[in-house]
C-alpha cells in the first residue's frame, strides 16, 4: 500500500520561503516520477512540479524561477523549495507518485501552505 507523507506546510508571510517534504513509502522510490500539485479554494488541483527518475524537471509558469523540486532516493524522499512566495501561492499541496506505463497514481493527504501578511 503506498503511502506518502507530506511536511512543512504553515504560514508565511509575502517573499517568504518554505520547504515541503514528502516521504514515501514506495518499493524502488528511484523509479517513481514525483509531483506537487496545489489546490486553492474553489479552484481545481494543478501541477506546480514534477521529477522524473532520471532527474529530469517540470514546473507550471507560475512558479518558475521561484520553486524548485528535487529528490533524495536514498531517503524516499521527494522536496519542494518555495521561494519568494505570494499570496497567491496559497493553497494545500499535495505530493503525487506515478510510475510511467502503469496506471499507478499515489496522493498524499495534502498539506496547507498560507501565504499572508
Known amino acids: 500500500q503506498v503511502q506518502l507523507v507530506e511536511s512543512g506546510g504553515g504560514l508565511v508571510q509575502p517573499g517568504g520561503s518554505l520547504r515541503l517534504a514528502c516521504a514515501a513509502r514506495?518499493?524502488?522510490?528511484?523509479?517513481?516520477?514525483m509531483g506537487w500539485y496545489r489546490q486553492a479554494p474553489g479552484k481545481q488541483r494543478e501541477l506546480v512540479a514534477a521529477?522524473?527518475?532520471?532527474?529530469?524537471?517540470d514546473y507550471a509558469d507560475s512558479v518558475k524561477g521561484r520553486f524548485t523540486i528535487s529528490r533524495d532516493n536514498a531517503k524516499n524522499t521527494v522536496y519542494l523549495q518555495m521561494n519568494s512566495l505570494k499570496p497567491e501561492d496559497t493553497a494545500v499541496y499535495y505530493c503525487?507518485?506515478?510510475?510511467?506505463?502503469?496506471?499507478?497514481?499515489?496522493w498524499g493527504q495534502g498539506t496547507q501552505v498560507t501565504v499572508s501578511s
Open positions: 521529477i522524473t527518475s532520471s532527474g529530469s524537471t
Open positions: 514506495l518499493s524502488i522510490f528511484s523509479i517513481y516520477t
Open positions: 503525487n507518485a506515478r510510475l510511467v506505463g502503469t496506471s499507478f497514481d499515489g
